[in-house]
């Protein structure tokens, strides 16, 4: 544990409701600038996520509007239901 640990867990322990408080505002500060939002899968988009032919990733993403990473965990989703 570092120094500043060693100091703020006596306090956490003794100000547990007050610790919580500041834990829920400072998350609710990150969450403002959020604009995810999480758009329903089309059958065109599946179609071309899981064709042989389709281009890399990268292409695919800018083509549809959505991330590298998305259509990666869509992908093994669907795979996972087809087995």
Known sequence: MNSYQVYT????????????????RNYAKGAEGVTKTKQPWTDSEIDEIVASDRPCDRILAKKISRS????????????????
């Not at 590298?68 to 087995?83: E, Y």
């Open 9 to 24: 867990k006596p306090w956490r322990k003794r100000n547990r409701d007050l610790f919580n408080l500041m834990k829920k």
């Open 68 to 83: 590298v990473q998305a259509i990666q965990v869509m992908r093994s989703r669907l795979r996972k239901i087809s087995l």
